[in-house]
């Protein structure tokens, strides 16, 4: 979602390079067969829904408090990623110290490691036998099969979207503007938060954006630290699949429907910010 | 007395050949270890963070999968159902690569040298796999292909099965790595511009001639990190399965579902020592990537 | 002497920027470092902000010595040569962001920074994003944010690369004249000996790390000292300049 269409050049209609139609055809033939033709079968399925019974499935109780889960911990995990990636990205970017490559090869662990093996390492890490869970039952905080534990896993899961987002562009980033800040007497600690944040808060609020939507909608890591207790740790996809499984066919599509609607509202809000924020960047 | 650290140092950059004598000197920034203090603790608070969050968890993994044992290890590892669910992996990682590398080149290549309308629709109607969750991505092509989907009963009439089948595995893994190739090419190849094709082509170079000699050595890095990506996504694949296979053992169970129902029969062991494949891959996955992000540069 | 360099040298990574670079400015000079690319003047300048350390050598400012002293502790104003401006803040906001710093009360930063304003002409563009200004307007910005904590001293790192040829000339003598009004000691970088020479009062002319000649203007044209000043100086040019400023007048 960050990458910017360059116009290209031959803007007139006039195609010297070859290959148009046919890389065209190949595209949306594609696109549409794999991607966009199911996609469409969820709205075909939920136009058969009558109003009454969509809006009976996602107000009921356990439906709304599903989607509070999901959304409140999916939130608090991207906060808790973008304070960390900006340190992380930080680190990796401005220092030098032994064993930064491997610290930098570490980030995108979550991205290789399969979701379930990371959920059911997590849940053995953070249950009260666990080697963490243990130290904090011992002071009476439970991790697993609480939100804490849900948010635990969103973090795990979303952490390199913040540090893969902010590493560029703060490499990028002019020194000239910390220089002046200096110059003018700011300490460093002022100089970050109004010089340098401000340029990493585009790059930032696209991690954040990518952290919180992969949170909304992580099943694998999530589902196993849940514990699926009704009302308290049932996310919003799991209540689909709980759905599909009792074959409530329309129901679990309601309840995808609602989830599809937050996330491209998600998305299109991030973009909108970004797109009016790009305005600063001329000077 | 505090130095304000690591400041650059940058010798007029514009001015090439504008006097006499003038050299061309690129100047490293000076590494001053300054406020030492605040660097360390940042340093100690990331790699503590990736500790506590990413290693410590890998770390369980692999113990808990030696937890009884050698011996129950292998055992575990090369059960039947294992070694099914683990070639099904296989399968269904491949399919996705090869389809998503297809589709990544053409598309990326439309999208970066020709201008037409609708362009940025285009972009973001590929990235949509991305923003969905992937059991929403399983329940799509359930009421698709489904016995209540719209082509469930031609799909029933021609005697067809592809949800809680392996091909429904295929496609759910397809539809979840999706853009991964197209996003790594993209970006190279609309950098990269359109002067060199254009050149060829008034030579009267066909268009797979100026893909593989022109266009293909500029992106070759970006293909196959994008291959790694997708090969990662793929592997892991979870939730979107989930919902399609049906869980059925031996049959349409990829090796992360077989973790799933293993660690659900409270097999603990066996759950782990199924991961450690998984983890295995993954390591190799990363080294891969970092590899070729070396190369790269 | 006002800011005085004694003997200075600095080494990056084995690249030697400053070979004993010594020379002096006089209070309420305005003094240009001139020299062709990689001739190590940004890295003066530098070093009087603080921004880097020399390796050897003393740096005065009004006979203090100030190699311990973080820049912003040494009384001066930098204008950065792509200006630095902070891209989401306004110009009024930009100026201020010193006076903020310092924690100076409101009204009196808001006074300051409608003063300055009115300095750079500039009066109702306070509300302004960088953005949305020229070339020029930017560096008049750039000019009155290092001015707002009233410097003794003013640095300007190639005031003029980023502008149009057009309006370059016009802002220079703009910058003068307003360098004059305030009688704040400068000191600019720049590798155009025209710009040098009708702006300065005082040339360092510097040549591989080493500082060549430092004299005034005419000075520096017409007893050029070494054969690397001779070289550099275009004394056509000069001589033309000369004439149409004569006619000017």
């Known amino acids: 979602m960050e990458q910017q269409i360059v116009k290209v050049k031959n803007k007139k209609g006039v195609r010297v390079i070859p290959g148009f139609g046919l890389s065209m055809g190949v595209t949306l033939a594609m696109l549409g067969c794999l991607v966009l033709i199911p996609l469409a079968s969820i709205f075909i399925s939920a136009s058969q829904l009558k109003p009454g019974e969509f809006l009976d499935v996602v107000t009921s109780r356990q439906v709304v408090s599903g989607y509070a889960v999901s959304l409140s911990c999916a939130f608090f995990a991207a906060l808790i990623n973008a304070a960390f990636g900006i340190v992380l990205a930080w680190v990796l970017v401005r220092y030098d110290f032994p064993g930064k490559r491997l610290m930098d090869g570490l980030i995108e662990l979550p991205f290789a490691l399969p979701t379930a093996v990371a959920g059911i390492s997590l849940t053995y890490l953070y249950s009260d036998q666990g080697w963490i869970g243990s130290i904090f039952a011992k002071i009476g905080v439970d991790i697993a099969y609480t939100r804490i534990g849900i948010t635990i896993a969103m973090v795990f899961v979303g952490i390199p979207f913040v540090v893969r987002a902010v590493q560029p562009v703060l490499e990028k980033l002019d020194r000239q503007y910390e220089e002046a800040a200096l110059m003018l007497g700011a300490n460093k600690l002022y100089t970050f938060f109004r010089v340098i944040l401000p340029e990493l808060f585009p790059a930032l609020l696209a991690g954040f954006g990518l952290a919180f939507a992969r949170g909304i909608g992580e099943y694998g890591s999530v589902v196993f630290i849940a514990g699926n207790i009704p009302y308290k740790t049932q996310i919003a996809p799991l209540l689909i699949m709980t759905k599909l499984e009792q074959y409530k066919y329309a129901d679990a599509t309601a309840i995808a429907l609602v989830l599809l609607v937050i996330s491209f509202l998600l998305m299109f809000l991030i973009n909108s910010i970004q797109i009016y924020m790009q305005r600063f960047s001329k000077a | ?297 | 002497m006002y800011v005085e360099m004694k003997h200075i040298n600095k080494t990056f990574d084995g690249f030697q920027a400053s070979r004993d670079v010594s020379f002096g400015v006089e209070k309420g000079h305005l003094a240009a470092l001139l020299g062709p690319s990689g001739s190590g003047k940004t890295t003066i300048l530098r070093m009087i902000a603080g921004l880097d350390r020399p390796d050897e050598g003393d740096i005065l400012i009004d006979g203090k010595r100030v190699n311990d002293l973080p820049g912003s502790k040494r009384g001066i104003g930098f204008v950065f040569q792509n200006y630095a401006l902070f891209r989401y803040m306004t110009v009024a906001d930009n100026i201020a962001f010193g006076l903020e710093v310092q924690k100076k009360r409101k009204g009196e930063i808001k006074s300051r920074v409608e003063e300055l304003l009115e300095l750079i002409s500039m009066k109702d563009l306070g509300k302004r994003f960088p953005h949305q200004l020229s070339g020029g307007q930017r560096q008049r910005v750039a000019f009155a944010r290092a001015l707002a904590p009233n410097p003794q001293l003013l640095l300007l790192d190639e005031p003029f690369a980023a502008i149009d040829a057009k309006v370059r000339r016009e802002l220079r003598t703009w910058l003068r004249e307003m360098i004059g009004r305030v009688g704040v000691t400068s000191i600019f970088v720049t590798h155009d000996q025209e710009e040098a020479m009708e702006v300065a009062d005082q040339v360092i002319l510097t040549n591989l790390g080493r500082v060549e000649q430092v004299g005034t203007p005419e000075e520096i044209c017409l007893s050029p000292q070494t054969d690397f000043v001779r070289e550099f100086i275009d004394a056509k040019r000069f001589e033309a300049l000369m004439g149409i400023e004569k006619e000017e007048a």
């Open chain 2, 1 to 297: 007395m505090k130095k304000e650290e690591d400041l650059e140092k940058n010798i007029n950059p514009d001015a090439v050949g504008d006097g006499i004598h003038s050299i061309q000197k690129v100047i490293e920034p000076p590494k001053h270890a300054s406020r030492p203090i605040v660097k360390y603790i940042l340093i100690a608070v990331s790699a503590l963070f990736l500790l506590v969050m990413l290693v410590i968890p890998l770390i369980v993994a692999l113990v808990n999968a030696l937890g009884d044992g050698w011996a129950a290890y292998k055992e575990a590892v090369l059960d039947e159902y294992t070694l099914k669910a683990l070639a099904l992996t296989l399968l269904a990682t491949v399919s996705a690569v090869l389809v998503n590398t297809v589709f990544g080149m053409f598309a990326a290549y439309l999208l970066s040298k020709f201008y037409f309308r609708g362009r940025q629709a285009l972009a973001t109607l590929i990235d949509i796999p991305f923003s969905i969750s992937p059991v929403i991505a399983g329940l799509v092509f359930i009421l698709t292909f489904g016995n209540i989907g719209w082509m469930g009963d031609f799909l029933k009439a021609h005697d067809i099965k592809i949800v809680f089948a392996v091909p429904g595995v295929i496609l759910a893994t397809i539809f979840v790595t999706f853009p991964f190739v197209f996003r790594e090419l993209f970006p190279v190849m609309n950098a990269q511009g359109n002067d060199e094709e254009e050149a060829a082509a008034l030579m009267g170079a066909g268009g797979f001639t100026i893909f593989r000699r022109i266009t293909f050595p500029h992106i070759k890095w970006a293909l196959l990190y994008g291959v790694i990506l997708c090969t990662a996504r793929a592997m892991g694949e979870f939730g979107a399965v989930s919902v399609i296979s049906g869980h059925l053992r031996g049959k349409t169970n990829t090796l992360p579902l077989h973790v799933e129902i293993l660690y659900n029969e409270f097999n603990t062991t066996a759950a782990f020592a199924a991961s450690s494949i998984l983890v295995i891959l993954a390591a190799l996955v990363l080294i891969a990537r970092n590899i070729v992000e070396w190369k790269r540069k």
